[in-house]
């Protein structure tokens, strides 16, 4: 089985800029989550998506924004970009929301604002 | 108070040794318990998952969960320099999403 794959891997962007990063979850996944990852805070929840719905939403600004397609794939949107949105995401997906099998991670999208 | 601790190390061990990484937590409604490696410039890799106290043993790993003390470890035998790595504990109750501690940084020195 593929895994979890997530495009681009890297990113330079402009503050100011918007980006879009996409994820591809595990063929039968309907569950994906995105995940912030920096040095200081660690791993922080963005948003849940389970069959199109997003399901639960982490503590961030709404220049953050999410959806899900009906093939499962989802992508993620950050407008106006600030530096401070420097960070790995990760992306994870799951067949049962993690509560059988877990979830399965991506590799991750690094985005540098300059 | 968090809701997940877990201390960042960095933790360096000669190979061959008994390696142990904890996490504690404040929220009694966790449920799920994972533990999770993650190397550089990759995404976390999961180790071992479990939902309930007591221990499970898989390979050189075994993950222990103490609901009562809200504690939970995770114990590498005959630690190799493969598994230096960030270690990441993470938790999970009801519909809400998984909880990540901050990481462990652990090296294994051959």
């Known amino acids: 089985k593929a895994g979890v794959t997530q495009t681009p891997r890297y990113l330079i962007k402009t503050r100011g800029q918007q980006v879009t990063l996409s994820c591809s979850p595990i063929s039968g996944h309907r569950s994906v989550s995105w995940y912030q990852q920096t040095p200081g805070q660690g791993l922080q929840f963005l948003f849940e998506?389970?069959?199109?719905?997003?399901?639960n939403k982490g503590n961030f600004p709404g220049r953050f924004s999410g959806r899900q397609f009906s093939n499962s794939r989802s992508e993620m949107n950050v407008s106006t970009l600030e530096l401070g949105d420097s960070a790995l995401y990760l992306c994870?997906?799951?067949?049962?929301?993690?509560?059988?099998?877990?979830?399965?991670f991506g590799s991750g999208t690094r985005l540098t604002v300059v | 108070q968090k809701e997940v601790e877990q201390d960042p190390g960095p933790l360096s061990v000669p190979e061959g040794a008994i390696v142990s990484l904890n996490c504690t937590y404040s929220n009694s409604a966790f449920q799920y318990f994972m533990w999770y490696r993650q190397y550089s410039r990759k995404g976390p890799e999961l180790l071992m998952y479990?939902?309930?106290?007591g221990n499970k043993e898989d390979g050189r790993f075994t993950a222990q969960v103490d609901k009562s003390s809200k504690y939970i470890s995770l114990f590498i035998r005959d630690s190799q320099p493969s598994d230096s790595a960030t270690y990441l504990c993470a938790l999970l109750s009801g519909n809400t999403p998984l909880v990540f501690g901050k990481g462990t940084r652990l090296s294994v020195i051959a």
């Open positions: 479990t939902y309930s106290s």
């Open positions: 994870a997906s799951s067949e049962d929301q993690g509560r059988i099998y877990g979830y399965t």
């Open positions: 998506y389970f069959s199109e719905t997003q399901r």
